[in-house]
């Protein structure tokens, strides 16, 4: 079992950059998959990115060359970093962790771990 906590959002200007963390607790962490998901105002649930245990990412198109997903399984920590930061991207970001899953498709499709969330507000 993973349990999952996130940190590092907050308010920033068009432009600008943040690094989300997500702590991972539970040895099960170092084999899930694991993926940030997003969830703006009066819109559905979006996966965004997404990393294999060995490494593999994956990408939603509107993050694509931005955001950049990495994990330290040593450390038990999940990271987003996030550059070029658009009014569009204004959400609450999620971390999760999914047993057998893979990256392409963020991580779902199965039982699914997820954290309480961190809000990225970005201004104009």
């Known amino acids: 079992q993973v349990q999952l906590v996130e940190s590092g959002g907050g308010s920033v200007q068009a432009g600008g950059s943040l690094k989300l963390s997500c702590a991972a607790y539970?040895?099960?962490?170092?084999?899930?998959?694991m993926a940030w998901h997003r969830r703006a105002p009066g819109k559905g649930r979006e996966g965004i990115a997404a990393i294999n245990s060995d490494g593999t990412t994956n990408y939603a198109d509107s993050v694509k060359g931005r955001f950049t997903i990495s994990r330290d399984n040593a450390g038990g920590t999940l990271y987003l970093q996030m550059n070029n930061l658009q009014p569009e991207d204004t959400a609450m970001y999620y971390c999760?962790?999914?047993?057998?899953?893979?990256?392409?498709?963020?991580?779902?499709?199965?039982?699914?771990?997820w954290g309480l969330g961190t809000q990225v507000t970005v201004s104009s």
């Open positions: 999760a962790a999914a047993p057998f899953r893979e990256a392409h498709i963020f991580c779902s499709g199965g039982p699914t771990t």
């Open positions: 539970g040895d099960a962490y170092k084999s899930a998959c």
